[in-house]
């Protein structure tokens, strides 16, 4: 199936188990979609992609305003450019977590299985 027939599932089951629409459809990953990536909600997204689409864009913004209103005349370049790395992975890190840990709570179905399922594998990934 296409990416857009799982995303729809995907929103669909994500909106059923009650997750809020700001929780799967996050404004970055938004973005990143309207810049013609296809990046799944990060539910079902791997942990790597999560840290990098979830932390590497805060990183950047943080180390920019970060620049602009207080570390130009006090630090060098390469500190601000390693402290907002670091930054970036930080979060990146405890969103992906997040992610990986809410999963496993909501018991989702996965990916590759979500258009074409079949009542026997919808029972398979369903709570007991």
Not at 26 to 49: D, S
Not at 59 to 79: H, K, R
Not at 99 to 113: E, G, I, N, S, Y
Request: charged fraction near 15%.
């Amino acid at each position: 199936m296409t990416f857009e027939n799982r995303l729809a599932a995907a929103h669909r089951e994500l909106a059923d188990k009650g997750v809020q629409m700001l929780n799967y459809n996050p404004p970055i990953i938004w973005l990143l979609r309207k810049a013609g990536l296809t990046i799944r909600p990060p539910h079902y997204e791997h942990f790597l992609v999560n840290v990098l689409a979830l932390g590497l864009p805060i990183g950047a913004i943080w180390g920019l305003l970060m620049w602009c209103f207080g570390w130009q005349d006090e630090v060098t370049s390469a500190f601000a450019l390693r402290q907002s790395l670091l930054f970036g992975i930080g979060v990146g890190l405890l969103m992906a977590i997040f992610f990986l840990v809410r999963r496993k709570q909501l018991k989702l179905t996965p990916w590759d299985a979500l258009p074409q399922s079949t009542r026997r594998s919808q029972q398979r990934w369903q709570p007991k």
